[in-house]
Every structure is written in C-alpha cells, then in structure tokens.
C-alpha cells in the first residue's frame, strides 16, 4: 500500500489545501493530512480544531486520514509507514525551501522520498496568512475557505477581534 504524508500547519485548511488533498487521494492508496507543530507561527486554531476541521472537509474521501504530530516529519513517516512526503506548491519561491526540506528529511530517512505538486492555477496565489488577513477585513471567503468552516473561522475572527478591543 503506498501511504503519503501532506503535512502543514492547515491553519486555517484553505480551498488550495483541499485541491491537494482531493488530487493526491487519486493518486494514493492511503493519504494522511498531517497537522504538525511550526514553532515559528501562532495559530488561530488549536492543533485539535484543525484536525477536525480537516475532517469535516475531506469526510467524503475514503482513503484520507487526519492525524496530528509534534514528532520530526522523518521519524512520524517512518512510523506510520510512509515512503512519500507531499508537498503542495504554489510558486517558485516555495520550492527552495521545501527542495530543502525534502533533502534533510530525505538524509534523516533514506526510505522517504518528496513528491511535489503544483497547486491549480486558481489557487497558486492562496495562503492560509493571506485568508487570515481577509477575514479580518470581512472580505466574502467561498473562494478562498471550504465552505464547511467558513463559519467557524469567521467566529474565530470574531472572537480575536473583540479579544483585541477587550484589551485596549
């Protein structure tokens, strides 16, 4: 069975996020989402909301698994039993990191392997920083969020900004 690891902070998971996953469940016999740790964001959902969001999204896809890790991405794919890391691509710029990251993860586990895909073209443009950024503006989010959580995100948004005025 060739089992493939899409890990990401998903913060929020976006409708680019989405394509990847619906895209790389064709091609997979099994596909984890795989929310992990970035210590250099702050997240606007809890690791277990993302988890569940995702869930909600892709509860039609048989073959996708959401699971969350704080573990070295080489080591937690070498548990699950993942020779493939997946990583979405949206422009050049992202490729130098994650061609570096495929390289480390790749010396930390020989038997791990990156595979790249390229985001469709409407949605090459689209970060979950970018959706924040609107949301905060009360900008319409159905072509950039599922619309499964648009409210929740837009409840979050809320929630900061009335945190952000309770603190003034």
């Given amino acids: 069975m060739k089992i493939a690891i899409y890990p990401g902070s998903f913060d929020p998971v976006t409708s680019g996020h989405l394509n990847i996953i619906r895209r790389a469940a064709n091609i997979f016999d099994k596909l984890i989402v795989c929310v992990m740790v970035n210590a250099g964001k702050n997240p606007m ?14 509860g039609d896809l048989p073959n996708v698994e959401v699971d969350c890790s704080d573990e070295l991405l080489a080591d937690y794919a070498r548990r699950r039993g993942s020779c493939v890391i997946l990583k979405g691509l949206r422009a050049g710029s992202d490729f130098e990191n994650e061609f570096q990251m495929a390289l480390i993860n790749h010396k930390i586990n020989p038997d791990l392997d990156t595979m790249f895909l390229t ?27 599922p619309a499964e959580i648009i409210p929740d995100f837009q409840q979050r948004i809320e929630q900061r900004r009335l945190s952000v005025q309770g603190g003034k």
Avoid: C, H, N, P
């Fill in 119 to 145: 985001a469709s073209s409407e949605y090459m443009y689209l970060s979950s920083s970018a959706v924040k950024e609107l949301g905060t503006y009360g900008v319409e989010l159905s072509d950039f969020l």
């Fill in 45 to 58: 959902f809890t690791q277990e909301e993302r988890v569940e969001l995702i869930r909600r999204v892709t």
